[in-house]
């Protein structure tokens, strides 16, 4: 059975970081990605990866301040936030798919999600 758990979460002040983990049991994936979803809003993908971790992809908005990393020993995925701002507010979301391509935003598998709030 495929699982994806989130760790990480947490209330930190604006400026701020968090490391973000999800590990993934049942299968290996050919991508795994962090999307949030801030209240009244879409959900978004914040970052992705392919499984070598050779190839990423951020959105615009966390250019330069979150780092997105694999470990494909352990089967996870780590991302990084720093000099985190209000906006980042969100539920985070892990997910992981079979296929390497990181321009669909279809993903097979998600995790349940945690929350991240930044204060100003």
């Known amino acids: 059975q495929v699982q994806l758990a989130e760790s990480g979460g947490g209330l930190v002040q604006s400026g701020g970081s968090l490391n973000l983990s999800c590990t993934a049991s049942?299968?290996?994936?050919?991508?795994m990605a962090w999307f949030r979803q801030a209240p009244g809003q879409d959900r978004e993908l914040v970052a992705a990866?392919?499984?070598?971790?050779?190839?990423?992809t951020y959105a615009d908005s966390v250019k330069g301040r979150f780092t997105i990393s694999r470990d494909i020993y352990k089967n996870m995925v780590d991302l990084q936030m720093n000099a985190l701002e209000p906006e980042d507010t969100a539920v985070y979301y892990c997910?992981?798919?079979?296929?390497?391509?990181?321009?669909?935003?279809?993903?097979?598998?998600w995790g349940q999600g945690t929350q991240v709030t930044v204060s100003s």
């Open positions: 997910a992981a798919k079979r296929n390497a391509d990181l321009g669909s935003m279809e993903y097979d598998y």
């Open positions: 990866s392919t499984w070598s971790g050779r190839t990423t």
């Open positions: 049942g299968r290996a994936f050919s991508a």
